[in-house]
């Protein structure tokens, strides 16, 4: 039994440090079953679909690496060990970004090379960590972070996130992800995280206009 | 694998931004929720449904004023507004 057993799971009804995120996962989660598809296609037919393989690893890339990962590796992460300095499974995670990263090369590595089955390797190799990483930071590591943040500190958080997504990214650039993903999963027959209302709510939770 | 028309790639980014400005601007605004709800509409028509994407590409103009942001609006509405004038002059036409 995990620490964070007796802890409530992330409340995605509410916009909270850790829910922002947790709606972001949703999105992801989505991008891996498109790329397990391109990993399947890849293996089948010894062929890469380039157009969407670079769509995919632009919304890796920019989506869950530079936006997400950023938001975690820079605001969340480091609040965290502010409070409770060595704090584990923070290191765990941030292992697991590298690691991701040197996928995310390998595969672009592949396209360039038009290398088909070194493309599958490293899309399933990305699909199952991934996967492993988001159910550990949604299923542990958020928890106990909802029962460790103040709410002046979620607050901070959260105004920190407005800065990566629409200061760091350009204004727009989070939506323009977002449609790729969903045009994407519409393409692979993969049903839509934004579909689900609680979870587009927290995909346009942070406005860069500052109202409401 | 078809390829994606170029408005529907647009189309599904601005469906987040319409979510956005309807949620943040709604309650002064009452006609950025409807706008959402049409975009959401025209992301999930059938490609054949000419018809059905010419009525919607009129409906966006006339809800948000032949693509005219409101005073004071903000850089999401702009950037909103911008989007759909474009999608809508990519759509088909049945005059």
């Not at chain 1, 990962?69 to 965290?80: A, C, D, N, Q, V």
């Not at chain 2, 999930?44 to 004023?65: I, V, W």
Request: with cysteine; hydrophobic share 45%; charged share 20%.
């Amino acid at each position: 039994m995990s620490c964070s057993d007796h802890l409530p799971p992330v409340d995605l009804a509410r916009v909270s440090a850790t829910s922002i995120l947790s709606g972001e996962h949703r999105v992801i989660l989505q991008v891996l079953d498109v790329l397990e598809k391109l990993a399947a296609i890849a293996t089948g037919i010894q062929h890469i679909p380039t157009d969407h393989a670079n769509q995919v690893l632009e919304v890796l890339t920019k989506f869950a690496d530079r936006c997400h990962h950023g938001k975690e590796e820079t605001i969340l992460f480091p609040m965290l060990e502010s409070i409770q300095p060595g704090f584990g499974p923070v290191q765990v995670m941030l292992a697991e970004h590298v690691d991701g990263r040197a996928f995310i090369s390998a595969m672009k590595e592949a396209v360039v090379t038009n290398d088909a089955a070194r493309y599958a390797q490293a899309a399933t190799g990305y699909v199952e960590l991934l996967r492993q990483h988001i159910a550990k930071e949604d299923d542990i590591l958020f928890r106990l972070a909802d029962h460790m943040l103040t709410p002046a500190q979620d607050a901070e958080i959260l105004e920190a996130y407005r800065r990566i997504e629409h200061d760091d990214m350009g204004d727009g650039t989070h939506e323009r992800l977002l449609g790729i993903a969903d045009t994407l999963a519409t393409t692979y027959h993969i049903p839509r995280a934004s579909d689900n209302p609680q979870i587009m709510d927290l995909l346009t939770a942070i406005c860069g206009c500052k109202k409401g | 694998m078809t390829t994606t028309p170029d408005w529907r790639e647009q189309i599904a980014a601005l469906r987040f931004l319409a979510h956005k400005v309807a949620r943040v601007h709604g309650p002064t605004h009452p006609d950025a929720a409807i706008l959402a709800e049409a975009v959401n509409t025209l992301v999930d028509t059938p490609a054949a449904d000419t018809t059905a994407q010419a009525a919607l590409g009129r409906r966006l103009s006339e809800l948000t004023g032949g693509f005219r942001p409101w005073t004071g609006a903000c850089a999401s509405v702009h950037q909103l507004f911008a989007g759909l004038k474009t999608v809508a002059a990519a759509l088909p036409r049945h005059d």
